[in-house]
């Protein structure tokens, strides 16, 4: 259905901004929950942030919540997560995932619901 590509990421001081996105190539993109997650090494993948349809709900993780903003531009195919006031323990490879079926608060946070997945893109926050 489709394939995402993420970009965005990099190395920033904290409480500096990085805003990441991901390409889709879907036919059908808006009709996609779409959902960020990330992971460092040592620790399970963690649920960022999500999308559904048209933008009309979005979900976060109670650490990014006032911080990050996730959107999505359906006319470019692009989901989006602005990041503000990193902190170091932002730090981690951040993944783009998409899925058609989702429709629960649970679903959208579960990594294992999303059929889809990008490459990931690293974000490094230094003190």
């Known amino acids: 259905q489709v394939q995402l590509v993420e970009s965005g990421g990099g190395l920033v001081q904290a409480g500096a901004s990085l805003r990441l996105s991901c390409a889709a190539s879907g036919r059908t993109f808006s009709r996609y929950t779409m959902g960020w997650f990330r992971q460092s090494p040592g620790k399970e993948r963690e649920f960022v942030a999500a999308?559904?349809?048209?933008?009309?709900?979005?979900y976060y993780t109670d650490s990014v919540k006032g911080r990050f903003t996730i959107s999505r531009d359906n006319a470019k195919n692009t989901v989006y997560l602005q990041m503000n006031s990193l902190k170091p323990e932002d730090t981690a490879v951040y993944y783009c995932a998409a899925d058609l079926s989702l429709k629960s608060p649970e679903a959208v946070r579960d990594g294992g619901r999303y059929d889809y997945w990008g490459q990931g893109t690293q974000v490094t926050v230094s003190s």
């Open positions: 999308i559904k349809l048209n933008g009309g709900s979005t």
